[in-house]
């Protein structure tokens, strides 16, 4: 069964640092393409970051440069390290799985087909 | 960068009717479209990928159609379960956006 567990989330003054990990079980995170997406509240879903199985990665323009994917292959588990946190990143923060599937010779990925439970991360003095 | 818009914002629904819910990219992002469903305290549920290809599990009443920049998520049936607000992706490139979801609530 795939399970994705998140933690890390908590309290952190602006411009602090947090470092979220999600724990995968059920699957190999570094065979698969994985993600971040956040929430804050009341709103809707963002995404914010990918890591290829390759290791390439990418982000969202409000979190690049401050932000950084990365994954522990060893211990089965992806990360997002955080830094020069702004009130604007208070959100649930959810890891997901990146699915992908071939059809007529071509394959496709870049939907979320699991997700985490989400962590919350408050941004505030 | 890709926009995603769904309309309506909120839409009200009798069980056991049908509900419509559109999304609409503003270039084409051909059949590289997802929907997902998130009720209250809950992560996100995929329901359908590929604009049309249910996901596993999903109940049959849920169907996805379009492509290129014009998508429907069409749930026959409502059931009193299916209640809570309706997302969709894309994911031809990255950045990959969500719509602003849509409500679909009790009437």
């Known amino acids: 069964e795939v399970q994705l567990v998140e933690s890390g989330g908590g309290l952190v003054q602006p411009g602090g640092s947090l470092r979220l990990s999600c724990a995968a079980s059920?699957?190999?995170?570094?065979?698969?393409?994985m993600s971040w997406v956040r929430q804050a509240p009341g709103k809707g879903l963002e995404w914010v970051s990918v890591?290829?199985?390759?290791?390439?990665?990418y982000y969202a323009d409000s979190v690049k440069g401050r932000f950084t994917i990365s994954r522990d292959n060893s211990k089965n588990t992806l990360y997002l390290q955080m830094n020069s946190l702004r009130a604007e990143d208070t959100a649930v923060y959810y890891c997901?799985?990146?699915?992908?599937?071939?059809?007529?010779?071509?394959?496709?990925?870049?939907?979320?087909?699991?997700w985490g439970q989400g962590t919350l991360v408050t941004v505030s003095s | 960068e890709i926009v995603m818009t769904q309309s309506p914002a909120t839409l009200s629904v009798s069980p056991g009717e049908r509900a419509t819910l559109s999304c609409r990219a503003s270039?084409?992002?051909?059949?590289?479209l997802a929907w997902y469903q998130q009720k209250p305290g809950q992560a996100p549920r995929l329901l359908i990928y590929?604009?049309?290809t249910r996901a596993t599990g999903i109940p049959a009443r849920f169907s996805g159609s379009g492509s290129g920049t014009e998508f429907t998520l069409t749930i026959s049936s409502l059931q009193s379960e299916d209640f809570a607000v309706y997302y969709c992706?894309?994911?031809?490139?990255?950045?990959?956006?969500f719509g602003q979801g849509t409500r679909l609530e009790i009437k």
């Open positions: 997901a799985r990146v699915g992908g599937y071939c059809s007529g010779g071509s394959c496709y990925s870049g939907y979320f087909d699991y």
């Open positions: 059920g699957f190999t995170v570094s065979s698969n393409y």
């Open positions: 890591i290829y199985s390759g290791g390439s990665t």
């Open positions: 270039q084409s992002v051909s059949s590289n």
């Open positions: 590929g604009a049309s």
């Open positions: 992706q894309q994911y031809n490139n990255w950045p990959s956006p």
